[in-house]
């Protein structure tokens, strides 16, 4: 076999074996891009599905009863859930809740009718919070533009123990719904009882 034929078969295989390798590479390239693609989804989803708001993160439903309040315009009712499974897919349902800071906020956006929230912390205190007109109002204040149903989170759960007050003072966060730097929201207040002529005179 003369050098040249050498040469030339030399050089075939070169280039069948660089054409190997990169076929090679650009399947292995195609391989990582799709993985890649796939664990990237995978987070997206995830990362949507445990989107949290963090307003009731600290709540124990296993060592604490959730209450929910009411008011009307008339009187605050209050009822409770106890059972913790319960609790906790309520306490799920309102994490997953969109909640916006609201940049402003007054007394005059509170309508009727108003619901509150109580439940235990794990620190041992209490998580209180009002809701009215599409706004969630924190004890520290704080006030969120927060979307939920909460006539239907009334109906669509058995609430038990009733109790009624005639005063909103024991509605959560009353004093934050009730004044502001401004002065008093007058609908809020529970009427001084009349006192008859004989009362008032002593």
């Not at 050098?3 to 590479?25: C, D, E, H, N, P």
């Not at 058995?158 to 004093?175: I, N």
């Not at 008093?184 to 006192?195: D, F, K, Q, S, V």
């Given at each position: ?51 949290s708001n963090g307003l009731m993160q600290d709540a124990s439903p296993s060592t604490s009863a959730l209450a929910l309040y009411t008011y009307n315009g008339d009187k605050v009712c209050r009822m409770f859930i106890f059972d913790s499974d319960t609790t906790q897919s309520i306490l799920d349902e309102l994490d997953a809740v969109k909640a916006t800071e609201a940049e402003r906020w007054s007394l005059d956006d ?93």
């Open positions: 076999m003369s050098l040249l034929k050498v040469g030339r078969s030399v050089q075939r295989i070169a280039v069948i074996g660089f054409s190997k390798k990169g076929i090679y590479m650009i399947y292995c390239k195609r391989i990582i891009s799709t993985v890649l693609c796939g664990v990237l989804v995978l987070c997206m989803v995830s990362c949507k599905g445990t989107t509170i309508t009727l009718p108003i619901y509150g929230l109580e439940i235990g912390s794990t620190d041992g205190t209490s998580i209180l919070a009002a809701w009215s007109n599409g706004y969630w109002i924190s004890q520290d204040e704080a006030v969120y533009s927060f979307d939920f149903d909460f006539a239907g989170l009334e109906q669509d759960y058995s609430w038990s123990d009733g109790d009624e007050f005639s005063s909103f003072a024991v509605f959560p966060c009353a004093r934050i719904l009730s004044q502001n730097e401004s002065g008093w929201n007058g609908t809020l207040l529970t009427p001084a009882i009349e006192l008859s002529p004989q009362a008032a005179s002593r």
